[in-house]
T-cell receptor, first 110, second 112 residues
């Protein structure tokens, strides 16, 4: 399947530090999306990176994509307590289904 | 305001009592999905719809039904709920499979 696997499963950092989480996948993709979920709430889309892009920025977020290694990373710079959430990647290939992994749980300590 | 709405937000029911969770979007999106989220298993797609009258099974369709008679609505039907369907359910919509998805607030279902 196109399911992504996020790593690490859990991450705890101090406010102001950078947080990096990774996503690995197994099949060819057209794009890869990252989402955030605050506890018990619906997911919120963060960024979409296409297969022909290597890096994309959005505010304090930086996403990289390495299709040769079938991996992506999400970097959150200068983290804030409000960034505490779970983060999910969703690789998008040629199929019509949508797959999420089990996510990375990020805790930012004030 | 662009949004996906789900109702009810919370539901406690008993085994075998048919129920429907409604989902509606006001963004004229073609692609709609239902997911369930369970601890340690992440989000799993139950059913999805590419457009009106077009629905397909996701990863965990057993025990669920859906319909897409209108573009904006995508109800999830549990004909005979069982305790293993106790979960947090999300509806989502997007322009297409490869666009960002907009999620509803979730429905927390408990089947006793």
């Amino acid at each position: 399947s196109q399911q992504g696997e996020e790593d690490p499963q859990a991450l705890s950092i101090q406010e102001g530090e950078n947080a990096t989480m990774n996503c690995s996948y197994k099949t060819s993709i057209n794009n890869l999306q990252w989402y955030r979920q605050n506890s018990g709430r619906g997911l919120v889309h963060l960024i979409l990176i296409r297969s022909n892009e290597r890096e994309k920025h959005s505010g304090r977020l930086r996403v990289t994509l390495d299709t040769s290694k079938k991996s992506s990373s999400l970097l959150i710079t200068a983290s804030r307590a409000a960034d505490t959430a779970s983060y999910f990647c969703a690789p998008g290939g040629g199929g019509n289904q949508f797959y999420f992994g089990t996510g990375t749980s990020l805790t930012v300590i004030p | 305001e662009a949004q996906v709405t789900q109702n009810p937000r919370y539901l406690i029911t008993v085994t075998g009592k048919k129920l429907t969770v409604t989902c509606s979007q006001n963004m004229n999106h073609e692609y709609m999905s239902w997911y369930r989220q369970d601890p340690g298993l992440g989000l799993r797609q139950i059913y999805y719809s590419m457009n009106v009258e077009v629905t397909d099974k996701g990863d965990v369709p057993e025990g669920y039904k859906v319909s897409r008679k209108e573009k904006r609505n995508f109800p999830l039907i549990l004909e005979s709920p069982s305790p293993n369907q106790t979960s947090l359910y999300f509806c989502a919509s997007s322009l297409s499979r490869n666009n960002e998805q907009f999620f509803g607030p979730g429905t927390r279902l408990t089947v006793l």
